[in-house]
């Protein structure tokens, strides 16, 4: 059984920062892109950050680039989103996915979904 568990979110004023963490279990993913997507109500699931298991590659969207950071811990199976300077346009849940194609932006590519964690920004 694959599961990604996501937490770390919650409200914070603008400029603030949160770290989000992604926990894998059931499988080893050393050969799986982990991305992070968001969706705000009403819009569609919008990428955010990307990278290869192995760290070897990173890509950040542009919306939120210079203020987020992907990163992983290899020991707790775990990949983070840490957001700094964050803006009430940042408001959405954000989801953790796994992909067996490295490094596509595409939401309908990746294959095992977290169940999302909810950030709100107050202005």
């Known amino acids: 059984q694959v599961q990604l568990v996501e937490s770390g979110g919650g409200l914070v004023q603008a400029g603030g920062s949160l770290r989000l963490s992604c926990a894998a279990s059931g499988r080893t993913f050393s050969s799986y892109g982990m991305g992070w997507f968001r969706q705000a109500p009403g819009r569609e699931r919008e990428f955010v950050a990307a990278?290869?298991?192995?760290?070897?590659?990173?890509n950040i969207a542009e919306s939120v680039k210079g203020r987020f950071t992907i990163s992983r811990d290899y020991a707790q199976n775990t990949v983070y989103l840490q957001m700094n300077s964050l803006k009430p346009e940042d408001t959405a849940v954000y989801y953790c996915?796994?992909?067996?194609?490295?490094?596509?932006?595409?939401?309908?590519?990746?294959?095992?979904w977290g169940q999302g964690t909810q950030v709100t920004v107050s202005s």
């Open positions: 996915a796994a992909s067996p194609v490295a490094g596509t932006t595409t939401p309908r590519l990746y294959v095992y």
């Open positions: 990278m290869s298991w192995s760290g070897g590659w990173t």
